[in-house]
């Protein structure tokens, strides 16, 4: 693959990101290859960069990601993109939803590490959390933006992020090369939920990067009340 020339300097700057950010990010790097049980493959320092960092500041050419107030990120696994976008974006708060205890539990040890105050770990599977009142202390309409990177199809994203967006919100799913027939049943699905595509976006975030596609669709209508339904349905029965 060659050498990696992004760093977390080289990408702050690309970015347009406060100074601060970079040892963050430094931090989050060194915690991510030195952390005893990582749910990644991608944890050397070269690695992770490009697989993690450059990654997830990729949403960032997203305006309505890059203005969120409130942003979910959904199946966080080791913590990416949210993260790092919690770093990016000092004045939001990121819930990272991620049904494995295990795997919450390393997002806040290397949350702890590079001292990202503004992210935090939720352990619940997206439709439970989608399904909880914010009054509450669910996410139900709680969220401007929510994320997903290798977690389902378009049509399982939807029904998973439309009961947590106001209106207005967006979701930006990390995906690589474009499919025409998922992206099809994803539109159906969307329409089903009270959602509308808008853009698929192609990015690079680092050299030598292929098909990766920054899907958004937005929230324009109140999701229907049967929505989401029981955890698994949305992957078993899909709405498209």
């Known amino acids: 693959m060659g050498v990696s020339r992004e760093t977390p300097a080289a990408l702050a700057a690309r970015y347009g990101l406060p100074g601060s950010t970079v040892g963050q990010l430094d931090r989050l790097l060194d915690a991510l290859e030195a952390e005893p049980d990582p749910p990644t493959t991608e944890r050397s320092r070269e690695a992770a960069t490009r697989a993690h960092v450059a990654d997830a500041l990729s949403g960032l050419e997203i305006e ?16 990416f993109p949210g993260l790092v976008l919690a770093v990016a974006l000092p004045a939001a708060i990121l819930d990272l939803v991620e049904s494995a205890r295990r795997k919450a539990v390393v997002i806040e040890r290397l949350a702890r590490a590079a001292e990202i105050d503004n992210a935090r770990a939720i352990v619940a599977r997206a ?9 509450a202390g ?8 929510v994320t997903a990177r290798a977690l389902a199809p378009l049509a399982v994203l939807v029904e998973y992020a439309a009961p947590l967006l106001t209106i207005g919100g967006v979701l930006v799913a990390y995906k690589g090369a474009r499919d025409g027939g998922e992206e099809r049943s994803g539109d159906e699905a969307a329409r089903a939920v ?20 920054l899907h958004v669709l937005r929230k324009v209508s109140d999701t229907p009340p049967a929505i989401p339904r029981r955890p698994g349905m949305a992957v078993k029965r899909p709405l498209a």
């Open 138 to 145: 669910g996410g139900a309409g709680h969220y401007g933006a």
């Open 194 to 213: 009270g959602m509308e595509p808008l853009e698929v976006r192609a990015v690079k975030p680092f050299g030598g990067a292929r098909n990766r596609h």
């Open 64 to 79: 309505d990601l890059a203005q969120a107030d409130r942003i979910a990120d959904l199946g966080a696994g080791a913590g």
């Open 127 to 135: 439709e439970e959390w989608g399904r909880a009142p914010a009054a």
